[in-house]
């Protein structure tokens, strides 16, 4: 709403404005001649803003005639306060970006209506990092995370505040990510791959953003994910550079009977005596949670693929899935590793699957050789070469 003032028409001639919707005219002539000129200056008005999507139309109480200065075809200021405007396209959106609620012009600063909202784009991210110095993904206020780290460096690339950031699926404490997902919604003039470079180089070195591309508004890194791959590096031998990505077991493991077990878990099982309860008030840590809030968590899980394979002095174990509970995968681990030693017969795994059982909690494998590997959208090809992230070969001279 405006105060009163002298306002200046499209045609330069001078109004009298005195609050709301009334001017201060006098006679029945005059008031039909100013309802013309306000119809014919608003169509104009109009006109103007669709043709010229680029422009920004400023129309400003002339408290001093001669300190009005307009550029047309870019915002304009004066010293009055009072102001009414009318932005769109671009580059009313690039302005408000780079400068908040300003236009920066050769003159100076030009104030641009606050209730603009010029509009946001939204980013799909592949991103790899190391989790060992994370307390997880998800954003904790005292702690560091994956996801603090990247809100860090989008804040300071951008120069945003007001933006959203969201990953397929939240990993745990000291947990790998060789393709996570996350989708970012921010208002910013720069391309996907400009901005791309601009994160990695504010980004920690275990932290480091592979794909940036823009996506639809309907993708939605965590509920358009249709399955998740996650891969367990185990060493059968003791390494120097590689502890913090695997998990190095000393004796000796029979595979053919992991891989007995592991049949057992595939389908859609109930996977009660896998999921952590320990700490569910919160549930900071824990992998993809897709139930709506009130609903109690289910403990039903689809398993499409438990692969026992050999890669040199790895053991990799692949388990792909709809969605995962709390350290679900480092239970089954557990539990197949402890089956290889010899420890539990293969029909064990039945047993703990099929009636409540602490042994799997027991069991927990170590964070360190969890990577969440792939995640899967609708079109995608699951069938993807399983590569470890770090790869362990002696070669004898």
């Known amino acids: 709403m405006l ?22 005219v006098r006679g029945e002539k005059t008031k039909r001649a100013i309802t013309r000129y306000r119809v014919m200056a608003l169509v104009d008005f109009v ?19 001669g300190q009005r200065q307009q550029n047309r075809g870019r915002a304009w200021r004066d010293d009055a306060r009072g102001w009414v405007s009318a932005c769109a396209g671009p580059a009313a959106a690039l302005a408000r970006h780079e400068h908040g609620n300003r236009f920066r012009t050769p003159q100076g600063p030009a104030e641009v209506n606050p209730t603009y909202n ?12 190391a989790g060992t110095r994370y307390s997880g993904w998800q954003r904790q206020r005292n702690a560091r995370t994956v996801q603090g780290e ?23 404490a000291g947990v790998h990510a060789s393709a996570q997902v996350a989708h970012l919604d921010v208002v ?21 953003v592979l794909e940036m591309q823009a996506a639809s ?3 939605h890194a965590r509920h358009s994910a249709v399955a998740r791959r996650y891969l367990y590096q185990i060493a059968t031998r003791r390494t120097a550079f590689a502890k913090p990505y695997v998990w190095w077991v000393k004796q000796s493991l029979d595979l053919t009977a992991m891989r007995a077990a592991a049949a057992t878990f595939v389908g859609m099982k109930d996977f009660q005596s896998f999921a952590a309860t320990d700490d569910d008030s919160e549930e900071p840590r824990g992998y993809s949670d897709h ?31 709809s969605h995962f509970l709390w350290k679900m995968v480092r239970r089954i681990v557990g539990v197949l590793v402890e089956i290889g030693r010899g420890g539990l017969n293969a029909s064990a795994a039945e047993t ?7 042994v799997p909690a027991r069991l927990t494998a170590p964070a360190s050789g969890l990577f969440l590997d792939r995640v899967f959208y609708e079109g995608d090809s699951t069938d993807v070469p399983v590569v470890p992230p770090t790869p362990l070969r002696f070669t004898k001279l």
């Open 118 to 129: 010029p509009p946001v784009a939204r980013f799909r991210l592949t991103l790899e990092y």
């Open 3 to 24: 105060a009163g003032g002298r306002f200046t028409g499209v045609n330069g001639d001078i109004l009298h404005w005195h609050g709301h919707n009334s001017l201060k």
């Open 188 to 208: 910013t003039s720069m391309a996907a791959p400009a901005l791309m470079r601009a994160l990695n180089d504010e980004l920690p070195v275990d932290i480091n």
């Open 150 to 172: 990247l809100d860090r460096a989008v804040a300071h690339v951008t120069g945003r505040r007001d933006f959203e950031l969201y990953g397929s699926g939240r990993t745990d």
């Open 47 to 65: 006109f103007r803003l669709v043709t010229s999507p680029d422009r920004c139309w400023l129309l400003q109480p002339q408290q001093q005639a």
């Open 352 to 358: 703990v699957l099929t009636s409540p059982s602490d």
């Open 291 to 321: 139930r709506p809030k009130g609903r109690a968590r289910s403990t039903v899980v689809l398993v499409t693929r438990l692969d026992v394979l050999e890669a040199d002095d790895l053991v990799l174990i692949v388990v792909q899935g």
């Open 217 to 219: 508004r309907r993708f």
